[in-house]
């Protein structure tokens, strides 16, 4: 996976949607704050699909493609405040296992979303999915598109509006590496070709009077 070009079309693909995906990101903001958190999972669902599509055929990003994944609803919403109690636990000890577990969800459920809404796999199923592929060869490749997008999602998250850039480019970066790595070949046991049996030694003098008689 080129980690450059990557970047690089994530940003084009922003700058390309900059209209619609401004509005649609500022509306899923909106419904995240009046539902108090509750359409955060299946908004962000939506949110992403609609990216995905945007990549994938250059169709522009609409403010109905967020209630798009309405059927994750439920699933989403337990999944998501299973993962907001270990992570507050982390931090309730330590700071440290929390930052751990905070790394550990982004690093494993990373491509969690995309699965679910690309593939329509479960929650268990998409975990599972989304584990395989970031492990797979070569992982510093995942490593470092996770860590960008935290990096530029937590960027977001500090300045006043700055998500309005940040989260498109950050999900463009996202939809990006899963179609890149979800086309990798798994990693298989290559089979061990068999070896062809040894010749027969070769017959004594005995043994060739032996057949003559």
């Known amino acids: 996976m080129d980690i450059k070009n990557l970047f690089v079309s994530a940003w084009q693909h922003t700058v390309t949607f900059i209209g619609p995906v401004l509005l649609v990101t500022f509306v899923q903001m909106v419904l995240i704050v009046v539902s108090l958190g509750v359409l955060a999972p299946v908004t962000t669902a939506g949110y992403v699909q609609s990216l995905l599509l945007a990549v994938r055929e250059g169709r522009p990003p609409e403010i109905k493609d967020l209630f798009s994944q309405m059927k994750l609803f439920f699933p989403l919403l337990l999944l998501f405040i299973a993962l907001a109690i270990v992570i507050f636990i982390g931090f309730s000890f330590l700071v440290l296992p ?21 593939q329509g796999l479960g929650v268990l199923d998409a975990l599972k999915k989304s584990w395989e592929i970031a492990v797979r060869p070569p992982i510093t490749d995942h490593v470092i598109v996770a ?29 990006a590496a899963y179609q890149e790595r979800v086309a990798l070949p798994e990693k298989r046991e290559t089979p061990q070709p068999m070896s062809a049996p040894p010749p027969p030694p070769p017959e004594t003098g005995n043994e060739i009077r032996e057949k003559s008689e």
């Open 98 to 118: 929390g930052f751990v577990a905070a790394g550990f969800v982004a690093f494993a459920a990373f491509y969690l979303l995309p699965l679910m809404t690309d």
């Open 147 to 175: 860590i960008v997008y935290v990096a530029i999602m937590s960027l977001g998250g500090s300045l006043p509006f700055a998500f309005l850039l940040t989260q498109p480019l950050a999900t463009f970066i996202q939809v």
